[in-house]
């Protein structure tokens, strides 16, 4: 009798042992999230002051007071709570500026998501208002569907939609409601 209880034990014990063995499969993500919630930054980083750069030519110049790190989650983001300027440079140094007190940049789809007074004002001085605007990166592609204000040399555009690549070359301000030619 005493030989079936300590093998009873020995089993159970056994089992007890393979059953934790298996149960800790914490992957690597898992322990970078410990003492982290998942509403909570990884990472801060204060005074950012990027440049990228295309064969030892600058190409963009990216200005913030702080960005929020979100790469912690499963659908990772880089936000910039408190505002951003973008300087973005063309092939002749020419400079076009975006300005918005929001921004989110989504790792995995390359998405650009501008907040709150976005402003576009392009190298030949025209200018592109609106609360939102998103940019792909991977298709060079600027748009929105909220109202927008667009003002060339000689229009005044207001609308319901922005439509165009990162050059303006073929800008279009959708659904279109006022149309005002400035004079000088």
């Known amino acids: 009798?005493?030989?079936?209880?300590?093998?009873?034990?020995?089993?159970?014990?056994?089992?007890?042992?393979?059953?934790?063995?298996?149960?800790?499969?914490?992957?690597?993500?898992?322990?970078?999230?410990?003492?982290?919630?998942?509403?909570?930054?990884?990472?801060?980083?204060?005074?950012?002051?990027?440049?990228?750069?295309?064969?030892g030519r600058v190409t963009a110049n990216l200005i913030s007071a702080k960005m929020l790190d979100y790469s912690n989650r499963d659908f990772p983001f880089h936000q910039f709570a408190d505002g951003v300027t973008l300087y973005v440079y063309d092939k002749d140094n020419k400079k076009s500026t975006v300005v918005a007190d929001n921004a989110f940049v989504y790792t995995n789809t390359d998405l650009i998501d501008m907040q709150d007074n976005v402003v576009i004002t392009t190298h030949d001085n025209r200018v592109l208002k609106t609360d939102q605007l998103f940019y792909d990166q991977k298709k060079e592609w600027l748009y929105t569907n909220k109202p927008v204000?667009?003002?060339?040399?000689?229009?005044?555009?207001?609308?319901?939609?922005?439509?165009?690549?990162?050059?303006?070359?073929?800008?279009?301000?959708?659904e279109v409601t006022g149309i005002i030619t400035l004079e000088d």
């Open 1 to 55: 009798m005493n030989k079936i209880v300590t093998y009873n034990i020995l089993n159970i014990v056994t089992i007890f042992i393979v059953t934790m063995f298996f149960s800790c499969n914490d992957s690597f993500k898992q322990v970078q999230k410990i003492g982290i919630s998942e509403n909570e930054p990884i990472g801060v980083d204060y005074n950012i002051n990027v440049k990228y750069t295309d064969s």
């Open 149 to 174: 204000s667009f003002k060339t040399d000689q229009d005044l555009i207001n609308g319901n939609g922005f439509d165009s690549n990162s050059k303006f070359t073929n800008a279009e301000v959708l």
